[in-house]
């Protein structure tokens, strides 16, 4: 067996143990330490698969016995899933301490990470649909042992019922691409009608798009992701809907060849509707949580813009703008991974010391948790795609391939390929809009409630992690060439420009983006002002000017404020209700009561009516479930002899 | 250099208004005077709110490095055109969460509405590169600049619709009427100058000065990708002087005969620059398929 080889089977052995020992009394630490420890030998294995180690297991096959096995895109993948999930799982040491069935959740927190790491390992149809079903059901265990609350309750509810939703395109693909042997051959699906290759691609999407978070079918994620354990939601946002991509990648640019003439276009239109409106009603969301929630399904919008730009860009023939495409899909991919998972265990932190996450109700801890709070602004700043995190550098690259692809594709492209990249320039605003705001409310400024004041710093096994997520931002934001060395090799397209390798980039007919040059210049830059700053003398400390008030807290700036210009002028599309209630006491204001909430459009006008047509429909078939023994009795005789008469027919 | 070009704006705009005006030197010696101050600044604050100044100074730095002066340009920065949104956004993001360690609501209904200005600006500003980078073929400044000389770029609709949104850009990077208002200090009406008002000494220095780099980035640019200049070295270079300062009585011109709008319509006004964009680009694409 090669080197890989045993690390994975040694990481899976390890894990596994892991996950027993977390079983037993006392043995949650170090069950957690030693599942971190299996993840990461599992990921060092894929890392040395993408750096050209040479594949493991077997290739995929079209049978039903179980197979595994890593190629260099599935290595990309695993290797993501252990840099996310080793950290998450260390934090989560500190995080599961004193919760109630800390045992139970950190062993469902292994099974979960092993899941993922199985469905992109897997190399048949079956025990990819096994993995991934372990996949979707393990989280919404672990948010009912972290919270029996209604909400939560809902929250499981709703994310199960997507989940099936997702299941059936996701089961039907697969099963037809192995009962067709695509899965192995690239040409078996040549001979088919387009009608039925239009089929296949409609269930992928629709499946793996679901799982995904992609509008409009990204009802479920606002609510699940945040009703979870923070380790567990740093994992599923972080790495499970970049599995589900996974597996479109799969099936668009492997298996489903050749693809019909409408993904494309339409993977590119859901794709700007879920980055632009994905961070909209992020700015418009008041719960940390569930604002980040939203941010994935804008994250999951712009890598799907790159992989629509490579689709588009190699069915106007264009091989080397495909692979630059395809490499920012996969670059953004794990930089997505990174600082969600980041920012989504920073929100734990927050929730340990503070209790709810309200975003009108933190404020100042940047004072309280140093550590945690520096590592949650350089998040922020990599999310909002500021130089010079990694989250620039793959928006810089997504930019890039849609610009080209304007420049230099055909009519339909061109008109396309600007549209997708205006839609990214405001995203990219949006999203500086918003954690402008979140670094605002929650880190800067005072205290907002006793609790925050009197929070500290979370213990080292809760910070470390999300230092080393922080920096590792940092590291790919200012060379994001060497890891774009080895992604380069993933695409069906070939290898990238030499130029996108090295410590600067360039993509042919684009100016070059240096980023360390830069951030060098950022950076001495800001030492030499703030040397001169220092030089000036002492600062002396002055009350702030609100037109000669008493600052008071009660005054204090508001998430809705702050966004009220915005949702004025955007009025006509998000449709903000508010309630102004004054109570008057004969001629004097008594009280004031203001409500205003941003409902989300998508869940009233497209899912609620949906819904009830579907529950209309379970209730007719609610009449068949009598529960009386002979009744399904009569109901297995019916099928046996149809199935009987089936088989016969066929034979025949 | 930076501070010339407000400078003489402001020169100009007097003029223009029948006043005596300062020189456009005027800018340095408020920078001096700034220089000199020791600083005030409000009770408890974080690291966010002492950096910002110098953070938003250092990534304007950067984008000059990056912005090529006439035909002239820096090779080891690069210039593409999309790192310089990214580094605009950075010193967007260090002004207007600095705007929130002291908390108060002038600064912040300025850095709001800044932030909201920029949701419609940045993809305006996206669009006009890419017209422009249409005509050149690349997104790199320096052949862009380079491309604005030839006369079949020149001729072309799209270029011109680009000028146009360019045009917008311009006022709403600079701050300048009928988008904002640099003259003011009445609290509720400012933007770019409502997250300033807490900095006093070194740290408004600073602030000031991106503010005039601000200007010189945009109206270099403008100059740069839309006026034809001779490409022999001296005479480029005062070729670009002229159609910088030409700029300046322009945005003066324009700032004298409009008055503010109401900030609800500045959008608006920014989507009708969205639409020039759309209509060059089906020129262009037009023009592509003949």
Same mark, same amino acid.
């Given at each position: 067996?090669?080197?890989?080889?045993?690390?994975?089977?040694?990481?899976?052995?390890?894990?596994?143990?892991?996950?027993?020992?977390?079983?037993?009394?006392?043995?949650?630490?170090?069950?957690?330490?030693?599942?971190?420890?299996?993840?990461?030998?599992?990921?060092?294995?894929?890392?040395?698969?993408?750096?050209?180690?040479?594949?493991?297991?077997?290739?995929?096959?079209?049978?039903?016995?179980?197979?595994?096995?890593?190629?260099?895109?599935?290595?990309?993948?695993?290797?993501?899933?252990?840099?996310?999930?080793?950290?998450?799982?260390?934090?989560?040491?500190?995080?599961?301490?004193?919760?109630?069935?800390?045992?139970?959740?950190?062993?469902?927190?292994?099974?979960?990470?092993?899941?993922?790491?199985?469905?992109?390992?897997?190399?048949?149809?079956?025990?990819?649909?096994?993995?991934?079903?372990?996949?979707?059901?393990?989280?919404?265990?672990?948010?009912?042992?972290?919270?029996?609350?209604?909400?939560?309750?809902?929250?499981?509810?709703?994310?199960?019922?997507?989940?099936?939703?997702?299941?059936?395109?996701?089961?039907?693909?697969?099963?037809?691409?192995?009962?067709?042997?695509?899965?192995?051959?690239?040409?078996?699906?040549?001979?088919?009608?387009?009608?039925?290759?239009?089929?296949?691609?409609?269930?992928?999407?629709?499946?793996?798009?679901?799982?995904?978070?992609?509008?409009?079918?990204?009802?479920?994620?606002?609510?699940?992701?945040?009703?979870?354990?923070?380790?567990?939601?740093?994992?599923?946002?972080?790495?499970?809907?970049?599995?589900?991509?996974?597996?479109?990648?799969?099936?668009?640019?492997?298996?489903?060849?050749?693809?019909?003439?409408?993904?494309?276009?339409?993977?590119?239109?859901?794709?700007?509707?879920?980055?632009?409106?994905?961070?909209?009603?992020?700015?418009?969301?008041?719960?940390?949580? !569930?604002?980040?929630?939203?941010?994935?399904?804008?994250?999951?919008?712009?890598?799907?813009?790159?992989?629509?730009?490579?689709?588009?860009?190699?069915?106007?023939?264009?091989?080397?703008?495909?692979?630059?495409?395809?490499?920012?899909?996969?670059?953004?991919?794990?930089?997505?991974?990174?600082?969600?998972?980041?920012?989504?265990?920073?929100?734990?932190?927050?929730?340990?010391?503070?209790?709810?996450?309200?975003?009108?109700?933190?404020?100042?801890?940047?004072?309280?948790?140093?550590?945690?709070?520096?590592?949650?602004?350089?998040?922020?700043?990599?999310?909002?795609?500021?130089?010079?995190?990694?989250?620039?550098?793959?928006?810089?690259?997504?930019?890039?391939?849609?610009?080209?692809?304007?420049?230099?594709?055909?009519?339909?492209?061109?008109?396309?390929?600007?549209?997708?990249?205006?839609?990214?320039?405001?995203?990219?605003?949006?999203?500086?809009?918003?954690?402008?705001?979140?670094?605002?409310?929650?880190?800067?400024?005072?205290?907002?409630?006793?609790?925050?004041?009197?929070?500290?710093?979370?213990?080292?096994?809760?910070?470390?992690?999300?230092?080393?997520?922080?920096?590792?931002?940092?590291?790919?934001?200012?060379?994001?060439?060497?890891?774009?060395?080895?992604?380069?090799?993933?695409?069906?397209?070939?290898?990238?420009?030499?130029?996108?390798?090295?410590?600067?980039?360039?993509?042919?007919?684009?100016?070059?983006?240096?980023?360390?040059?830069?951030?060098?210049?950022?950076?001495?830059?800001?030492?030499?002002?703030?040397?001169?700053?220092?030089?000036?003398?002492?600062?002396?400390?002055?009350?702030?000017?609100?037109?000669?008030?008493?600052?008071?807290?009660?005054?204090?700036?508001?998430?809705?404020?702050?966004?009220?210009?915005?949702?004025?002028?955007?009025?006509?599309?998000?449709?903000?209700?508010?309630?102004?209630?004054?109570?008057?006491?004969?001629?004097?204001?008594?009280?004031?009561?203001?409500?205003?909430?941003?409902?989300?459009?998508?869940?009233?006008?497209?899912?609620?009516?949906?819904?009830?047509?579907?529950?209309?429909?379970?209730?007719?078939?609610?009449?068949?479930?009598?529960?009386?023994?002979?009744?399904?009795?009569?109901?297995?005789?019916?099928?046996?002899?149809?199935?009987?008469?089936?088989?016969?027919?066929?034979?025949? | 250099?930076?501070?010339?070009?407000?400078?003489?704006?402001?020169?100009?705009?007097?003029?223009?208004?029948?006043? !005596?005006?300062?020189?456009?030197?005027?800018?340095?010696?408020?920078?001096?005077?700034?220089?000199?101050?020791?600083?005030?600044?409000?009770?408890?604050?974080?690291?966010?709110? !002492?950096?910002?100044?110098?953070?938003?100074?250092?990534?304007?730095?950067?984008?000059?490095?990056?912005?090529?002066?006439?035909?002239?340009?820096?090779?080891?920065?690069?210039?593409?055109?999309?790192?310089?949104?990214?580094?605009?956004?950075?010193?967007?993001?260090?002004?207007?969460?600095?705007?929130?360690?002291?908390?108060?609501?002038?600064?912040?209904?300025?850095?709001?509405?800044?932030?909201?200005?920029?949701?419609?600006?940045?993809?305006?500003?996206?669009?006009?590169?890419?017209?422009?980078?249409?005509?050149?073929?690349?997104?790199?400044?320096?052949?862009?600049?380079?491309?604005?000389?030839?006369?079949?770029?020149?001729?072309?609709?799209?270029?011109?619709?680009?000028?146009?949104?360019?045009?917008?850009?311009?006022?709403?990077?600079?701050?300048?009427?009928?988008?904002?208002?640099?003259?003011?200090?009445?609290?509720?009406?400012?933007?770019?100058?409502?997250?300033?008002?807490?900095?006093?000494?070194?740290?408004?220095?600073?602030?000031?000065?991106?503010?005039?780099?601000?200007?010189?980035?945009?109206?270099?640019?403008?100059?740069?990708?839309?006026?034809?200049?001779?490409?022999?070295?001296?005479?480029?270079?005062?070729?670009?002087?002229?159609?910088?300062?030409?700029?300046?009585?322009?945005?003066?011109?324009?700032?004298?005969?409009?008055?503010?709008?109401?900030?609800? !319509?500045?959008?608006?006004?920014?989507?009708?620059?969205?639409?020039?964009?759309?209509?060059?680009?089906?020129?262009?694409?037009?023009?592509?398929?003949?």
């Amino acid at each position: 067996m090669t080197t890989q080889a045993w690390l994975l089977v040694a990481g899976a052995a390890v894990a596994t143990a892991g996950i027993v020992v977390s079983v037993v009394p006392r043995g949650l630490r170090p069950g957690l330490s030693l599942q971190a420890l299996g993840v990461a030998l599992i990921g060092v294995a894929g890392g040395l698969v993408v750096l050209g180690g040479g594949g493991v297991g077997s290739e995929f096959r079209n049978g039903l016995g179980p197979t595994v096995g890593i190629d260099p895109l599935s290595g990309f993948f695993v290797a993501a899933i252990a840099i996310v999930s080793t950290p998450a799982l260390i934090y989560a040491r500190g995080y599961l301490s004193t919760s109630k069935n800390a045992r139970a959740i950190a062993a469902i927190s292994g099974v979960f990470v092993l899941a993922l790491v199985g469905v992109v390992i897997a190399r048949d149809a079956v025990t990819f649909l096994m993995m991934w079903e372990l996949m979707s059901v393990a989280p919404a265990v672990a948010i009912l042992l972290a919270s029996r609350s209604s909400e939560s309750s809902r929250a499981v509810l709703v994310y199960l019922g997507s989940t099936h939703l997702a299941g059936v395109g996701v089961w039907l693909s697969m099963l037809t691409l192995a009962h067709l042997g695509a899965l192995t051959d690239p040409h078996a699906l040549a001979a088919q009608p387009v009608l039925v290759r239009s089929l296949l691609a409609l269930a992928a999407l629709v499946g793996f798009g679901t799982k995904a978070g992609l509008m409009p079918l990204h009802s479920w994620l606002p609510r699940a992701h945040p009703a979870a354990p923070g380790h567990v939601s740093a994992v599923m946002s972080g790495m499970m809907i970049k599995v589900a991509l996974y597996g479109l990648v799969r099936m668009l640019f492997f298996w489903l060849a050749p693809l019909p003439e409408w993904v494309a276009p339409v993977l590119l239109g859901a794709a700007a509707l879920s980055c632009v409106a994905g961070v909209l009603y992020a700015l418009m969301q008041h719960e940390l949580k !569930r604002l980040l929630a939203f941010h994935s399904v804008e994250n999951v919008g712009i890598i799907a813009l790159g992989l629509a730009a490579a689709l588009l860009a190699s069915a106007a023939g264009q091989r080397p703008l495909a692979a630059i495409a395809f490499a920012a899909a996969m670059l953004h991919t794990l930089n997505h991974a990174l600082f969600k998972s980041l920012l989504f265990l920073c929100a734990g932190s927050f929730q340990k010391q503070v209790g709810k996450l309200d975003l009108d109700r933190l404020g100042g801890l940047l004072r309280t948790m140093p550590l945690t709070g520096t590592a949650f602004l350089a998040g922020s700043m990599a999310i909002a795609g500021i130089p010079p995190f990694n989250g620039f550098a793959s928006e810089w690259l997504t930019l890039q391939a849609l610009v080209q692809l304007a420049l230099h594709g055909r009519a339909t492209d061109t008109a396309m390929g600007a549209l997708a990249a205006a839609s990214l320039a405001a995203t990219a605003a949006l999203a500086v809009f918003c954690f402008v705001k979140v670094v605002g409310l929650v880190l800067l400024g005072t205290h907002r409630q006793k609790a925050v004041a009197t929070s500290h710093e979370a213990p080292a096994s809760m910070t470390g992690p999300v230092i080393f997520l922080a920096a590792l931002c940092l590291g790919i934001g200012v060379a994001p060439g060497v890891v774009l060395g080895p992604i380069g090799h993933l695409s069906p397209y070939g290898p990238l420009p030499a130029s996108l390798v090295g410590v600067s980039l360039a993509v042919p007919g684009s100016g070059t983006f240096a980023p360390l040059a830069l951030a060098a210049v950022i950076v001495v830059c800001t030492a030499a002002l703030q040397l001169a700053r220092r030089q000036a003398g002492t600062t002396a400390p002055g009350p702030m000017w609100i037109c000669g008030q008493v600052p008071d807290s009660r005054l204090a700036w508001t998430s809705a404020g702050f966004t009220k210009s915005l949702r004025l002028v955007l009025a006509v599309v998000l449709r903000p209700r508010r309630t102004v209630s004054i109570e008057l006491d004969g001629v004097l204001v008594h009280s004031v009561v203001h409500e205003s909430e941003v409902p989300h459009l998508f869940d009233e006008v497209l899912f609620r009516p949906a819904l009830g047509r579907v529950l209309a429909a379970s209730r007719v078939l609610r009449r068949t479930q009598s529960g009386s023994l002979r009744a399904y009795l009569t109901y297995l005789l019916v099928t046996l002899a149809v199935v009987l008469a089936a088989v016969r027919l066929e034979l025949s | 250099m930076a501070p010339l070009l407000p400078g003489l704006i402001q020169t100009i705009k007097a003029r223009l208004q029948g006043r !005596r005006g300062t020189s456009p030197l005027q800018p340095y010696r408020e920078l001096r005077r700034l220089w000199r101050k020791r600083s005030v600044a409000p009770q408890d604050t974080t690291f966010v709110y !002492r950096v910002a100044p110098s953070v938003s100074a250092a990534a304007l730095v950067g984008a000059l490095l990056v912005v090529p002066v006439g035909a002239s340009a820096i090779g080891w920065f690069g210039s593409d055109m999309l790192v310089l949104v990214g580094l605009l956004a950075l010193a967007r993001f260090a002004t207007a969460a600095a705007a929130w360690d002291p908390g108060g609501g002038f600064s912040l209904m300025g850095a709001g509405r800044d932030l909201m200005f920029s949701v419609f600006a940045e993809p305006l500003l996206l669009l006009a590169l890419v017209l422009v980078a249409a005509g050149a073929r690349s997104t790199d400044l320096t052949q862009m600049v380079a491309a604005a000389n030839d006369a079949h770029v020149a001729s072309l609709p799209a270029h011109w619709c680009a000028a146009l949104a360019f045009g917008l850009i311009v006022l709403v990077e600079t701050g300048r009427q009928p988008i904002d208002n640099p003259d003011t200090h009445l609290e509720l009406t400012m933007v770019h100058e409502g997250p300033l008002l807490e900095y006093a000494g070194r740290d408004l220095a600073m602030l000031q000065w991106t503010a005039a780099a601000r200007h010189w980035l945009v109206l270099m640019l403008a100059a740069g990708l839309f006026v034809p200049l001779p490409q022999s070295a001296p005479w480029n270079m005062l070729g670009l002087a002229a159609a910088v300062a030409a700029l300046c009585a322009l945005v003066a011109v324009i700032e004298s005969s409009l008055a503010k709008m109401r900030i609800l !319509r500045v959008p608006a006004l920014l989507g009708a620059g969205v639409a020039t964009c759309m209509i060059g680009l089906a020129s262009w694409i037009a023009q592509g398929a003949a």
